[in-house]
């Protein structure tokens, strides 16, 4: 390991139901495959995330089935832990924001702020259902914003200018629940006051010259009016508010959005907990060159380059009002936020309420996960809204998957094990065999300088350029016509063997399951990707019973270099195909599940 710190901080999945290949294509993937490459290029990387548990939509759920919202979230929690484990996702911590020490570390900070002067009391309107007395959280009221009339705009922003709102702004605001209009009434809360942060926040962003510009325009407009956002809400199913009054009150918790966030700081401490080291936490989130890469959802944004760092500037006490770093101490702010655009399929936004969905486990029991896992690197929304077709991925998976990648393993491995039965004995290396070594093995400081800055579409399109030369050669060289010439025969299948080894390094992090199957055809032992476990454990301080994804991914062997082949002799067997060719009827059989499953309006 070197002494680089990297924090790979991936957006908490609502537990409110599974979650669908959407939602992966923006949090899971990219993070994985960033978590992965930076593993192999010998950082020490802290990989961390978990359902987010708490909130009106909870409740919601829970009421429609006649159940508490802890059976919403125990059940749920299970689904997408075992969705986010089969796609392969290595995280280091995936918990829960209903442990107790999520609910110790959220009300950590609530107090550092408070504190420091950053969250004070203040009577407002808020709204509640007429019917039922509960209160509407400002995702759930839609109406037409006052500014620039879009018709759809939420109670706490407009995804058409991007202006902050709170419901009482809306013009004709209505419940996404019911449909009724929101009775608003005086009630007393605690406020963040983001104007506070305005110039800090300002200063911040003005140093994060390498962000996505679309993410960084984006954070800088909304510098332009920050408004005090509520960090309390009244419902009965969240964190308690840490005060005299309020903490043993039914009727008062933190707001999710606030406890959500301070989740990845919750989750460092819980795997320092679990590590034996309960320190160990803070050599990625005190050192100075420690890195934070937080991936999400373009809809995730604002709470990551506006709320988050406004969390932790007050916690340090570097806002407009100063103040002192509470017991956690000085506190990271993000490097970068890598927000992903949306996808969509067959032309129509997910809504899972109109079955207008696929999601992950029913895609993995029809699919191969690294077949899902090179559609969102190759073609996924990485900085534009992107259009996820049956027939894409069918090309995607046949025509680069199966007749690029996968023939070139097949067929090398294959004239080896037949001719040879075992790594072949190189001969002197020709002008050609020289070359392609040194595209294979070159390759790795490009493609790790794109993974690096997340580019992952142009690294996965540099790596497949990378294999397609390695088949061109194969194809120039054509070892099956060198009976005659067994030595050259030799040379030529061995040099092909190492140029598939280099590309599994460059795809690993993209398709690890597939890559730890490329390395024992080659003659490979032990592991070299190693997948994420589930494990079953107890809370550590009130002993009630959850599954965590976690992984011991040292133990891989998988490195971002070149490394040579097993030696020459090194038993080969006849392989088996790496990845599952599809039929083209599956096209018009997904598009009847859709039609007949979804509503097509």
């Known amino acids: 390991m070197t002494d680089r710190h990297i924090l790979t901080a991936v957006a908490w999945p609502y537990a409110n139901g599974p979650r669908h290949i959407g939602h992966v294509s923006g949090f899971g993937v990219p993070s994985d495959v960033f978590s992965r490459y930076h593993r192999m290029a010998g950082d020490d990387v802290l990989m961390v995330s978990g359902t987010d548990e708490h909130g009106t939509p909870i409740t919601v759920a829970a009421d429609a089935e006649g159940i508490t919202p802890r059976e919403i979230a125990d059940r749920n929690n299970r689904i997408i832990v075992g969705d986010l484990q089969s796609l392969g996702l290595s995280y280091d911590l995936f918990t829960r924001t209903t442990t107790a020490n999520h609910a110790a570390v959220s009300q950590e900070i609530f107090l550092g702020l408070l504190k420091n002067g950053y969250v004070f009391p203040k009577t407002t309107l808020g709204a509640i259902s007429p019917s039922t007395g509960r209160t509407l959280p400002d995702r759930y009221i839609e109406g037409t914003c006052p500014i620039c009339g879009y018709d759809g705009a939420r109670g706490d922003q407009c995804d058409n200018c991007g202006n902050q709102l709170d419901p009482i702004d809306l013009i004709n605001p209505v419940s996404k629940i019911n449909g009724e209009a929101p009775k608003f009434v005086e009630e007393e809360h605690y406020f963040l006051d983001l104007p506070a942060f305005t110039r800090a926040l300002g200063d911040w962003l003005g140093t994060r010259k390498s962000w996505r510009p679309n993410v960084l325009n984006f954070s800088v407009n909304l510098l332009t009016d920050l408004k005090p956002r509520s960090y309390t809400r009244d419902i009965d199913w969240g964190v308690p508010v840490p005060l005299d009054g309020w903490r043993d009150r039914s009727d008062k918790r933190i707001y999710v959005w606030f406890d959500a966030v301070v989740g990845y700081l919750s989750a460092s401490i819980e795997w320092a907990r679990r590590s034996g080291n309960p320190d160990a936490w803070r050599q990625w989130w005190q050192e100075p060159d420690a890195d934070a890469y937080y991936f999400m959802g373009k809809d995730n944004i604002v709470f990551h380059s506006e709320i988050w760092p406004a969390q932790l500037l007050g916690y340090n006490g570097a806002g407009d009002k100063g103040g002192t770093p ?57 900085n534009q809204d992107t259009d996820f077709t049956w027939a894409e991925f069918l090309r995607r998976n046949n025509d680069e998957l199966v007749a690029g990648w996968g023939n070139l393993i097949n067929r090398s491995v294959s004239m080896a094990a037949k001719n040879v039965g075992a790594v072949p004995t190189p001969g002197e290396l020709t002008d050609d065999d020289r070359a392609l070594l040194a595209t294979t093995s070159g390759a790795f400081a ?111 062997q998988a490195v971002w270099a070149s490394t040579p082949l097993p030696a020459p002799g090194t038993p080969l067997a006849p392989p088996k195909p790496i990845f599952t060719k599809l039929d083209p009827s599956i096209v018009d059989e997904e598009l009847r599940r859709l039609e007949e499953d979804g509503d097509p309006a």
């Open 446 to 556: 490009p493609v790790g300088e794109l993974l690096s800055r997340n580019r992952q579409k142009a690294a996965i399109n540099e790596a497949m350029r990378v294999v397609g030369e390695a088949n061109k050669y194969l194809s120039d060289q054509a070892p099956w016509k060198l009976k005659e010439d067994p030595a050259r025969r030799d040379t030529v299948l061995h040099t092909a063997l190492q140029a598939i080894k280099d590309c599994n390094a460059l795809l690993t992090p993209f398709l690890p399951h597939s890559s730890q199957t490329v390395h024992e055809l080659l003659g490979g032992t032990g592991v070299w990707s190693v997948a994420p476990e589930i494990q079953e454990v107890a809370d550590l301080d009130d002993g009630s019973p959850y599954p965590i994804i976690t992984g011991r991914y040292e133990q891989g």
């Open 326 to 382: 509470g017991p956690y101490g000085r506190l990271n702010l993000p490097t970068e936020v890598v927000s992903s655009e949306f996808l969509t399929m067959e032309g129509r936004k997910f809504s899972s309420s109109r079955n207008v969905v696929i999601y992950v486990r029913d895609f993995l029991a029809r699919y191969d996960a690294d077949a899902l896992r090179y559609f969102i690197a190759v073609a996924g929304p990485e």
